[in-house]
């Protein structure tokens, strides 16, 4: 049961790179999420896609952009990095957006450094 | 401004007792309510929720109590284990076109043997 997928686990990257954070879920679940986690706080949410073909901004979605690629996959880039992004990165799916339990499952995390 | 707070940022509890962890909560709105359980290296997994139509949900060891009133929610794991040592993350939910849990910064929990 690989349930949700996300690689890297960790990167390294100096200010004004770009990257791709990748996701992928098992589970045939039509939403798929994006957030961060910072020392001291709680997830917040950058980006959804609530069906394949949509996408949304969370909460924080500055300075980022996502693609739902298919059902299965979801990815997060980062077109110019900034220190403000070092920040674990979560990617979520769930059966589907705005149901009556909003039950997320969560991948294992990205831990992104921005130097 | 928090929506969602989790006043201790760490508990300690014995083996075999009762471990209460806390959650205050602002919007009135907010319609159900969940809490996650995280180990270090993992993302977080779901551990129980509640509808606001309810008073009390129970799984086990695990009890979440609402308090709608006083815009306060509880967990409590009956009794400890150390397995259970973990940091736990309130979350609400309401309903609206917009998809977002909001969560709390989390509680750590530390079960002694």
């Known amino acids: 049961n690989a349930g949700v997928t996300q690689t890297p686990k960790f990167q390294v990257l100096k200010t004004g790179q770009s990257m791709t954070l990748q996701c992928a879920q098992d589970m045939n679940h039509n939403s798929m999420y994006w957030y961060r986690q910072d020392p001291g706080m709680g997830l917040r949410l950058i980006y959804y896609?609530?069906?394949?073909?949509?996408?949304d901004k969370g909460e924080v979605p500055n300075g980022y952009n996502v693609s739902r690629l298919n059902k299965r996959e979801f990815s997060l880039r980062l077109e110019s990095a900034a220190p403000s992004q070092t920040s674990v990165y979560f990617c979520?799916?769930?059966?589907?957006?705005?149901?009556?339990?909003?039950?997320?499952?969560f991948g294992s995390g990205t831990q992104l450094s921005v130097l | 401004d928090q929506q969602v707070k989790q006043n201790s940022p760490s508990l300690s509890v014995q083996e075999g007792r009762i471990s209460i962890l806390n959650c205050d909560y602002t919007n009135s709105m907010f319609d159900y309510f969940l809490w996650y359980k995280k180990y270090p290296a993992e993302g977080p997994t779901f551990l129980i929720s509640i509808s606001s139509i309810k008073d009390k949900n129970e799984d086990g060891r695990f009890t979440v109590f609402l308090n709608k009133s006083a815009k306060h929610l509880s967990l409590h794991i009956v009794p400890s284990q150390p397995g259970d040592s973990a940091v736990y993350f309130c979350?609400?939910?309401?309903?609206?076109?917009?998809?977002?849990?909001?969560f709390g910064k989390g509680t750590k929990l530390s079960v002694k043997p």
């Open positions: 896609s609530a069906s394949e073909g949509t996408t």
């Open positions: 979520a799916s769930s059966e589907a957006h705005r149901a009556f339990v909003e039950k997320l499952f």
């Open positions: 979350a609400a939910d309401y309903g609206g076109s917009q998809g977002n849990l909001i």
